[in-house]
């Protein structure tokens, strides 16, 4: 089936460093992508979205680029703190409305 | 404010019990959701509500059994549950259920059974 996954389960980042978490979907129907950061013990906790008519959206200190062409996903994170490690799922809404969630990508930011 | 708070937020349970979880929200959304996440895991989707009525069940076993007394409140109750139950659930809400509407996650109900 379709579905949103990521790259790579887990990220390494040196604190001050920028960080870029990866995403890849497969169902061209998809319009509306949307990042979540989850720290332990916690629930998801909503970081930017991004409709499919636009390619970039930024926020405070992060970024979210959209390729529909390659059907790629990526949010960018700026001068990493230690408050950023937690576990970063992307996810997708496609025209039934639910979201489907990539497996996760778990970021560790090194002092 | 965006929050959904949800009780209690750790519950011990033996197969042979009934229990409920609670989720609440004053955001004035008009959907509601159940998702279960097991460890290191994405969350899944359990069930919706879009105001006040079951819109969707993701093929959850009758042990579970949801319930929305009104706008701002989504029970879950749990009866003769199973060890593989065990799982944190998230209660999550939106404006409404339709593509492009932010879901606001709880902090979840880590949930034991024994």
């Known amino acids: 089936g379709e579905s949103v996954g990521l790259h790579l389960p887990t990220l390494s980042v040196q604190e001050g460093d920028n960080s870029i978490i990866n995403c890849a979907y497969s169902?061209?129907?998809?319009?509306?992508f949307i990042w979540y950061k989850q720290e332990s013990g916690k629930g998801p906790q909503f970081i930017i979205d991004i409709r499919s008519n636009m390619d970039k959206r930024q926020g405070q200190r992060v970024t979210v680029l959209l390729n529909k062409t390659v059907k790629h996903l990526s949010l960018q994170i700026a001068a990493t703190q230690p408050g950023d490690s937690a576990v970063y799922f992307c996810a997708e809404n496609a025209n039934d409305y639910k979201l489907s969630f990539g497996a996760g990508t778990t970021v560790t930011v090194r002092a | 404010d965006t929050e959904v708070t949800q009780t209690p937020k750790h519950l011990v349970m033996g197969m042979t019990n009934k229990k409920s979880l609670k989720c609440e929200q004053h955001?004035?959304?008009?959907?509601m959701y159940w998702y279960k996440q097991k460890a290191k895991k994405p969350p899944e989707l359990m069930f919706v509500?879009?105001?006040?009525?079951?819109?969707i069940n993701e093929s959850v076993p009758s042990r579970f059994s949801p319930e929305c007394p009104n706008s701002s409140l989504l029970n879950l109750h749990l009866h003769a549950l199973q060890p593989e139950d065990s799982a944190l659930y998230l209660c999550?809400?939106?404006?409404?259920?339709?593509?492009?509407?932010?879901?606001?996650f709880g902090a979840g109900t880590r949930l034991s059974v024994l």
């Open positions: 169902n061209s129907a998809s319009d509306y």
């Open positions: 955001m004035g959304h008009r959907a």
């Open positions: 509500y879009s105001y006040e009525k079951l819109s």
């Open positions: 999550a809400s939106s404006q409404e259920y339709r593509g492009g509407d932010i879901q606001y």
